[in-house]
């Protein structure tokens, strides 16, 4: 198996810390802190595909429509339990607005700090979780793919490892890209803004909290989980995995 050893470049190190473009000045268009400027720090992350992660317009957050999950049939998830959750997710969304514009005005205090951690993790893992389930089949790249066997040595023992930890927490079981190593890592948190290691950028998310399941699964996690992993779309994970490659290199 072949071990990646190359170095985590300057910008792809500070971008796994949140610390965009706009911050390096890696634009010379446009005075720091312009709307051209923070989008082009975006545009950074993004490329052209605005499904792979939050959407930041310069100023808010976005609330992305996730309603094709609501009428696919195939999805293996109630129309009910998908729209529950979407309510949960659009609170995301505004609470971690508010935070940031309370921290953004200097009225943050540190309930606000604790709260923008926790709203900003629960949007965006939210978000990824959401755009990375379609009933439609596809496969992982040839890159992830080889990212995957060069990560846990095999396609079975990685997803052995994801499910696992997915029955053993109370919150996420992600997949993310390990920008200190360059590999593949999976872990699972029981909060969305605790217990997670700091330099590593999610391609993959599966919300294991009960609100996910119950009310299609009642307490059976794992037949949640294993309709999940029937519903990965693998395009756009790999895709995401592509875009967190190019910070990385
Ligand atoms: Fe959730």
Request: some cysteine; overall charge negative; charged content about 20%.
């Amino acid at each position: 198996m072949e071990t990646k050893t190359k170095q985590i470049s300057r910008r792809a190190f500070l971008t796994g810390l949140g610390v965009t473009g706009a911050a390096l000045g890696l634009s010379a268009c446009c005075p720091m802190g312009s709307l051209d400027h923070k989008t082009k720090a975006i545009d950074l992350v993004h490329g052209n595909d605005a499904n792979l992660f939050p959407v930041y317009d310069g100023t808010a957050y976005s609330k992305k429509d996730f309603s094709r999950l609501t009428q696919d049939t195939n999805l293996g998830l109630s129309p009910e339990n998908i729209s529950h959750h979407l309510g949960l997710y659009a609170k995301y969304v505004d609470k971690v607005n508010q935070s940031e514009a309370e921290m953004r005005a200097g009225e943050i205090t540190e309930f606000g700090m604790k709260n923008l951690a926790f709203s900003l993790n629960g949007m965006a893992l939210h978000d990824i979780y959401f755009s990375n389930m379609n009933s439609t089949k596809s496969k992982a790249s040839k890159a992830l793919a080889k990212a995957i066997n060069e990560s846990y040595g095999s396609f079975d023992s990685y997803y052995r490892n994801l499910t696992n930890i997915a029955t053993q927490v109370k919150g996420w079981s992600i997949t993310a890209l390990n920008l200190l190593n360059g590999k593949l890592i999976n872990y699972g948190t029981e909060d969305h803004s605790a217990n997670f290691p700091n330099f590593v950028m999610p391609i993959l998310a599966l919300d294991v909290y009960e609100h996910a399941y119950t009310t299609d699964f009642g307490t059976d996690k794992n037949k949640y989980i294993d309709t999940f992993t029937e519903i990965i779309d693998w395009d756009l994970v790999s895709r995401r995995y592509d875009a967190m490659m190019m910070q990385y290199s």
